[in-house]
């Protein structure tokens, strides 16, 4: 009967192994400087020599190379760890961004209401009302035309984060509001209220904690949404530049090949990215199953 | 009703239980037993957890997964139930067995009309055709006596009254005609007047149609008021049964007698209700360190105005940002002065606008017209810092006044600190200590969390909570409401003992007469947002003058003015 209880709380199997999948991820982007074989960045550590030469396990391979290398002559595995952990950067970024600016302007409309609330939410929609992809592209142009080549090599990963949160912290801000709303109904907000506390104590002390857990899911889907958004900026040619690729630019490279036989320079960054988009999707799910209010016990 | 007659619920030694996680059981039910004979209304009383809306739901086959029943036999109407399915061969709850739930506002179905809901049943229980159907709704709807029934029918619930609601409830339970009614709280969230008509409803039902009706509530008054016989549950098993007279007026179980004890009574004026008293050496320390820190509010008379409202009126809505909204008036003209060291009670029915005063003293609601004096400062807009630390508040609900993610000391200690009356956070953390026992907790009480407390536990931390800031005035809504008789009664006593604690002045409010008379020293009775009689609590409860006073005197269901009427005339 204990082992039964213990397997109750257990998440499901697909959970663990996504749990799994994402911590080897997160370990390869951490230490990628130490695991990869080269450093892509540095035009001196690999060679116009090397170039499209298969995976390993395939004729002509060359155990050098274990996943191949691409038109340059840069070692596949290199590339997609630092692709990988660029990815993750800019995600974890826009999330952060969107979350922080979507969680103080929704508690801020949802606690005072009235004029101040309709401000908020009439913005909001505004700005939900242009589609991510266009918004982004939109300023990644003028920050291309803005700033000279190098400058945009440093600028890239701020202006992709900053494009993609400018969308995504509408959600944040109707969920917060939403939930504040329910809050400051609630005896021990208006509790709080008659002790006299102010109002930004209330918000963040007592208010905050207890919405937090929603943020938390939201911010897990929209990892796996902004990982996306920012694959597919970069493969459309508005992210990050060929001299320091994402998984999305490797795609894009990879994909005036694929048809000539090079099919392992598109195949190898996307299934990476197939694979982390999954991992972060199947943990969301779990994360917002398990946070369900209709199902936790009070 | 003789002897010979058929019983149309006979309960053996039914037990139910409840696996859990851990691999133990929980008993809900022990082995009790119960009969109701036709036209017989049986109580059936008990705390929270008693588990006496259980032996309700098993007889309906409403038990909720995992829970079963592991022993007994429970027959209706000679039908014996199926251990193994929950269900009954021959018995279709709903058609044999009619259910009246608490909640009228969530028992029907928002989307279908009265009509659809009442004739449901009987299109598939009685096979009958639907103009048979209707005919037979509008009898049922003339027989719980709603006011123009043809008109009623085609309403959706929300257009009727919860009173009205309820009778339709009823009416669906009797759509049917089952020999067997099961009303869970039928009137608990009623108001008296309401309740008074729903009970006698009840009572005409049982006597006229022969209908057995097990009454499964927590209130003596309602026990008092309609029941034949009555049985207390305590933990899952019987602890008394017998006449409703002879179990009321003498109980034999010591847990019974307790529990009779603590119900407030209407007639008289206990210095303390007699419930086991919590006063430790411990909590007595702990109160004569508060009523020394709290030594500034000992200034000034007793007869002292602090609080005085004079012509307060407060509406809602009225103001949309682009559009205008209709004018809710919750308030109109209200003026009563809250003299130092005195209780001063509140009472009404829902929708009288009581809590809408608190919240306006309080300052969670600003008044549209009329004033607020406190301690000598008009309050309204923007209060000064000393006005809202002197004016604290305990709320109705336990359940939802602390924050479930701080901890207790981190709650009560939050406004010490905030109000600077002790120096550090170490300080403020013994300080909090010092009221959890005050109050009648342990002192360790406050390294948990909300969760890990009872209701009433809960409503002790809340008034700690309030006491922190050293409030001269504290608004008490509906602080018992939402407990049990017993913690009732040692959470009244607490607030008594805490009253005189340096002169603390208290607004109390409250729907419960009884209470009210046990708590307040005056008191004020509202209705439809105005003050309609205020006057010594003594004097309200011995010569009411108002209709409307008298009225909800003589509504309120009472144990002792019931049983004194009835010994009176045998």
Same mark, same amino acid.
């Given at each position: *009967?204990?082992?039964?209880?213990? *397997?109750?709380?257990?998440?499901?199997?697909?959970?663990?192994?996504?749990?799994?999948?994402?911590?080897?991820?997160?370990?390869?982007?951490?230490?990628?400087?130490?695991?990869?074989?080269?450093?892509?960045?540095?035009?001196?550590?690999?060679?116009?020599?090397?170039?499209?030469?298969?995976?390993?396990?395939?004729?002509?391979?060359?155990?050098?190379?274990?996943?191949?290398?691409?038109?340059q002559?840069?070692?596949?595995?290199?590339?997609?760890?630092?692709?990988?952990?660029?990815?993750?950067?800019?995600?974890?970024?826009?999330?952060?961004?969107?979350?922080?600016?979507?969680?103080?302007l929704?508690?801020?409309?949802?606690?005072?209401?009235?004029?101040?609330d309709?401000?908020?939410?009439?913005?909001?929609?505004?700005?939900?009302?242009?589609?991510?992809i266009?918004?982004a592209l939109?300023?990644?142009?003028i920050?291309?035309?803005?700033?000279?080549?190098?400058?945009?090599?440093?600028?890239?990963?701020?202006?992709?984060?900053?494009?993609i949160?400018?969308?995504?912290?509408?959600?944040?801000?109707?969920?917060?509001?939403?939930?504040?709303?329910?809050? $400051?109904?609630?005896?021990?907000?208006?509790?709080?209220?008659?002790?006299?506390?102010?109002?930004?104590? $209330?918000?963040?002390?007592?208010?905050l904690?207890?919405?937090?857990?929603s943020?938390?899911?939201?911010?897990? $889907?929209?990892?796996?949404?902004? $990982?996306?958004?920012?694959a597919?900026?970069?493969?459309?040619?508005?992210?990050?530049p060929?001299t320091?690729?994402?998984?999305?630019?490797l795609?894009r490279?990879?994909?005036?090949?694929?048809?000539?036989?090079?099919?392992?320079?598109?195949?190898?960054?996307?299934?990476?990215?197939?694979?982390l988009?999954?991992?972060?999707?199947?943990?969301?799910?779990?994360?917002?199953?398990?946070?369900?209010?209709?199902?936790?016990?009070? | 009703?003789?002897?010979?007659?058929?019983?149309?619920?006979?309960i053996?030694?039914?037990?139910?239980?409840?696996?859990?996680?851990?691999?133990?059981?929980?008993?809900?039910?022990?082995?009790?037993d119960?009969?109701i004979?036709?036209?017989?209304?049986?109580?059936?009383?008990?705390?929270?957890?008693?588990?006496?809306?259980?032996?309700?739901?098993?007889l309906?086959?409403?038990?909720?997964?995992?829970?079963?029943?592991?022993a007994?036999?429970i027959?209706?109407?000679?039908?014996?139930?199926?251990?193994?399915?929950?269900?009954?061969?021959? /018995?279709?709850?709903?058609?044999?067995?009619?259910?009246?739930?608490?909640?009228?506002?969530?028992s029907?179905?928002p989307?279908?009309?009265?009509?659809?809901?009442?004739?449901?049943?009987?299109?598939?229980?009685?096979?009958?055709?639907?103009?048979e159907?209707?005919?037979?709704?509008?009898?049922?709807?003339?027989?719980?006596?709603?006011?123009?029934p043809e008109?009623?029918?085609?309403?959706?619930?929300?257009?009727?009254?919860?009173?009205?609601?309820?009778?339709?409830? &009823?009416?669906?339970?009797?759509?049917?005609?089952?020999?067997?009614?099961?009303?869970?709280?039928?009137?608990?969230?009623?108001?008296?007047?309401?309740?008074?008509?729903i009970?006698?409803?009840?009572?005409?039902?049982? %006597?006229q149609?022969?209908?057995? @009706?097990?009454?499964?509530?927590?209130?003596?008054?309602?026990?008092?008021?309609?029941?034949?016989?009555?049985? /207390?549950?305590?933990?899952?098993? @019987?602890?008394?049964s017998?006449?409703? =007279?002879?179990?009321?007026?003498? +109980?034999?179980?010591p847990?019974?007698?307790?529990l009779?004890?603590?119900?407030? +009574?209407? %007639?008289?004026?206990?210095?303390?209700? +007699?419930?086991?008293?919590?006063?430790?050496?411990?909590?007595?320390?702990?109160?004569?360190?508060?009523? =020394?820190?709290?030594?500034?509010?000992?200034?000034?008379?007793?007869?002292? @105005? @602090?609080?005085?409202v004079?012509?307060l009126?407060?509406e809602?809505?009225?103001?949309g940002?682009?559009?205008?909204?209709?004018?809710?008036?919750?308030?109109?003209?209200?003026?009563?002065?809250?003299?130092?060291?005195?209780?001063?009670?509140?009472?009404g029915?829902?929708?009288?606008?009581?809590?809408?005063?608190?919240?306006?003293?309080?300052?969670?609601v600003?008044?549209s017209?009329?004033?607020?004096?406190?301690?000598?400062?008009?309050?309204?807009?923007?209060?000064?810092?000393? /006005?809202?630390?002197?004016?604290?508040?305990?709320?109705?609900?336990?359940?939802?006044?602390?924050?479930?993610?701080?901890?207790?000391?981190?709650?009560?200690?939050?406004? /010490?600190?905030?109000?600077?009356?002790?120096?550090?956070?170490?300080?403020? =953390?013994?300080d909090?200590?010092?009221?959890?026992?005050?109050?009648?907790?342990?002192?360790?009480?406050?390294?948990?969390?909300?969760h890990a407390?009872?209701?009433?536990? =809960?409503?002790? &931390?809340? &008034?700690?909570?309030?006491?922190?800031?050293?409030?001269?005035?504290?608004?008490?809504?509906?602080?018992?409401?939402?407990?049990?008789?017993?913690?009732?009664?040692?959470l009244?006593?607490?607030l008594? %003992?805490?009253?005189?604690?340096?002169?603390?002045?208290?607004?109390?409010?409250?729907?419960?007469?009884?209470?009210?008379?046990?708590m307040? %020293?005056?008191?004020?009775?509202?209705?439809?947002?105005? &003050?309609?009689e205020?006057?010594?609590?003594?004097?309200l409860?011995?010569?009411?003058?108002?209709?409307?006073?008298r009225?909800?005197?003589?509504?309120?269901?009472?144990?002792?003015?019931?049983?004194?009427?009835?010994?009176?005339?045998?």
């Amino acid at each position: *009967m204990a082992t039964q209880s213990l *397997m109750r709380r257990l998440p499901p199997v697909s959970v663990v192994i996504a749990s799994l999948v994402l911590v080897v991820m997160l370990v390869l982007v951490i230490f990628a400087p130490l695991i990869a074989p080269m450093d892509p960045r540095d035009v001196a550590s690999y060679s116009l020599m090397d170039m499209e030469i298969p995976p390993a396990f395939m004729e002509g391979g060359d155990s050098r190379f274990l996943l191949g290398t691409d038109n340059q002559g840069r070692d596949l595995v290199s590339v997609i760890l630092f692709g990988l952990r660029i990815s993750v950067v800019i995600g974890l970024g826009a999330v952060v961004f969107a979350a922080v600016l979507g969680v103080v302007l929704g508690l801020v409309a949802g606690f005072f209401g009235g004029v101040v609330d309709s401000i908020v939410m009439r913005i909001a929609d505004i700005f939900v009302s242009f589609p991510t992809i266009l918004v982004a592209l939109l300023i990644s142009g003028i920050a291309r035309a803005q700033l000279s080549a190098e400058m945009m090599l440093a600028w890239a990963p701020l202006v992709l984060i900053f494009s993609i949160a400018i969308n995504e912290w509408v959600q944040y801000a109707r969920t917060v509001r939403a939930s504040t709303m329910v809050e $400051i109904a609630r005896d021990y907000v208006r509790a709080a209220k008659v002790i006299g506390l102010p109002s930004t104590r $209330i918000m963040g002390r007592h208010i905050l904690p207890n919405i937090l857990s929603s943020v938390m899911v939201i911010a897990t $889907i929209n990892l796996a949404g902004a $990982i996306l958004t920012e694959a597919t900026l970069s493969f459309l040619g508005a992210g990050m530049p060929p001299t320091y690729p994402s998984l999305g630019t490797l795609i894009r490279i990879g994909n005036q090949f694929l048809f000539s036989g090079l099919w392992w320079i598109a195949v190898m960054p996307a299934t990476v990215l197939v694979i982390l988009v999954l991992a972060v999707n199947v943990i969301g799910d779990y994360l917002r199953d398990h946070f369900n209010p209709k199902l936790m016990a009070r | 009703m003789t002897e010979t007659t058929r019983p149309v619920l006979d309960i053996r030694n039914l037990r139910v239980e409840y696996p859990l996680a851990n691999g133990d059981t929980l008993v809900a039910v022990k082995d009790i037993d119960l009969t109701i004979r036709p036209g017989e209304i049986h109580a059936l009383v008990g705390e929270s957890g008693a588990g006496k809306t259980t032996v309700g739901n098993a007889l309906m086959g409403l038990l909720q997964a995992p829970g079963k029943i592991a022993a007994g036999s429970i027959v209706i109407a000679g039908k014996e139930i199926n251990l193994r399915t929950g269900r009954t061969e021959g /018995i279709v709850p709903g058609r044999d067995v009619g259910a009246i739930f608490q909640d009228p506002m969530t028992s029907l179905n928002p989307l279908f009309t009265v009509e659809s809901q009442l004739c449901e049943g009987m299109l598939t229980h009685l096979k009958l055709s639907s103009r048979e159907a209707k005919a037979r709704a509008l009898e049922l709807m003339k027989a719980v006596g709603i006011p123009e029934p043809e008109r009623r029918l085609g309403s959706y619930p929300h257009q009727l009254s919860g009173g009205q609601r309820q009778r339709v409830v &009823i009416a669906t339970a009797l759509a049917c005609n089952p020999q067997l009614i099961v009303a869970d709280e039928p009137t608990t969230a009623l108001d008296v007047s309401v309740q008074a008509q729903i009970l006698k409803l009840i009572r005409d039902l049982a %006597d006229q149609r022969g209908v057995g @009706v097990l009454l499964v509530t927590h209130n003596m008054g309602v026990v008092a008021e309609i029941a034949d016989r009555v049985t /207390i549950m305590q933990n899952g098993a @019987v602890v008394e049964s017998g006449p409703t =007279r002879e179990v009321l007026t003498a +109980p034999k179980a010591p847990y019974a007698r307790t529990l009779i004890a603590a119900v407030p +009574p209407i %007639d008289t004026r206990l210095e303390r209700l +007699p419930v086991p008293s919590e006063e430790t050496k411990v909590t007595l320390d702990a109160r004569a360190t508060v009523r =020394r820190k709290s030594a500034k509010s000992e200034t000034g008379s007793r007869d002292e @105005v @602090v609080l005085s409202v004079r012509d307060l009126a407060v509406e809602y809505g009225g103001r949309g940002l682009l559009r205008k909204t209709s004018v809710f008036k919750a308030v109109k003209g209200v003026s009563f002065d809250v003299r130092r060291g005195e209780i001063f009670g509140l009472v009404g029915e829902s929708g009288c606008g009581k809590t809408t005063v608190a919240n306006t003293i309080a300052g969670l609601v600003t008044q549209s017209a009329g004033s607020i004096d406190f301690e000598g400062t008009a309050l309204g807009g923007r209060r000064e810092k000393s /006005i809202r630390q002197s004016l604290q508040m305990v709320f109705q609900d336990p359940y939802s006044a602390l924050n479930p993610r701080l901890r207790i000391n981190a709650a009560i200690a939050e406004p /010490i600190l905030f109000y600077k009356l002790a120096s550090n956070a170490d300080e403020a =953390r013994r300080d909090a200590k010092t009221l959890l026992e005050a109050v009648g907790l342990p002192a360790d009480a406050g390294a948990r969390f909300a969760h890990a407390f009872s209701g009433g536990q =809960r409503q002790r &931390i809340a &008034i700690a909570r309030a006491l922190g800031p050293r409030p001269s005035l504290l608004i008490c809504d509906e602080p018992t409401s939402a407990l049990d008789v017993s913690v009732q009664a040692q959470l009244l006593n607490l607030l008594k %003992d805490l009253r005189d604690l340096a002169g603390l002045s208290m607004l109390f409010i409250s729907h419960d007469l009884a209470v009210i008379r046990q708590m307040c %020293d005056r008191v004020a009775v509202m209705k439809a947002g105005e &003050i309609v009689e205020l006057a010594d609590t003594e004097t309200l409860f011995t010569a009411p003058k108002h209709e409307y006073t008298r009225e909800l005197l003589r509504l309120a269901p009472s144990v002792e003015r019931i049983m004194g009427r009835e010994l009176a005339s045998a």
